[in-house]
Nanobody, 120 residues
Framework: QVQLVESGGGLVQPGGSLRLSCAAS????????MGWYRQAPGKLRELVAS???????NYVNSVKGRFTISRDNAKATVYLQMNSLKPEDTAVYYC??????????????WGQGTQVTVSS
């Protein structure tokens, strides 16, 4: 069982920056694909960015060029650097860890979420 704890959310003005962190425990961090999702009020949860065990990254189009996902396997932590923030980035951001075994069994774990509010 993997536990994920997010931190770093808060209130920021448009154009500002935040860095989210997600610390993992209870499992072998390096074998999981890590992702950041977000959910705004009245909207579905969406994948914002992900990073594979090999370091391959993927981003939703709306954050490309502004957000950067990274991981530190030694610290069992994944980060989301968010720059040039816009009001539409306002949401609860969730950390996710997932893997699929050789027998196609899937495991997925979620953090409790951290609020990001972009407003003047």
């Amino acid at each position: 069982q993997v536990q994920l704890v997010e931190s770093g959310g808060g209130l920021v003005q448009p154009g500002g920056s935040l860095r989210l962190s997600c610390a993992a425990s209870g499992g072998t961090f390096s074998i999981y694909t890590m992702g950041w999702y977000r959910q705004a009020p009245g909207k579905l949860r969406e994948l914002v960015a992900s990073i594979t065990i090999g370091g391959i990254t993927n981003y939703v189009n709306s954050v490309k060029g502004r957000f950067t996902i990274s991981r530190d396997n030694a610290k069992a932590t994944v980060y989301l650097q968010m720059n040039s923030l816009k009001p539409e980035d306002t949401a609860v951001y969730y950390c996710n860890a997932r893997r699929t075994t050789m027998t196609a069994r899937e495991y997925a774990y979620w953090g409790q979420g951290t609020q990001v509010t972009v407003s003047s």
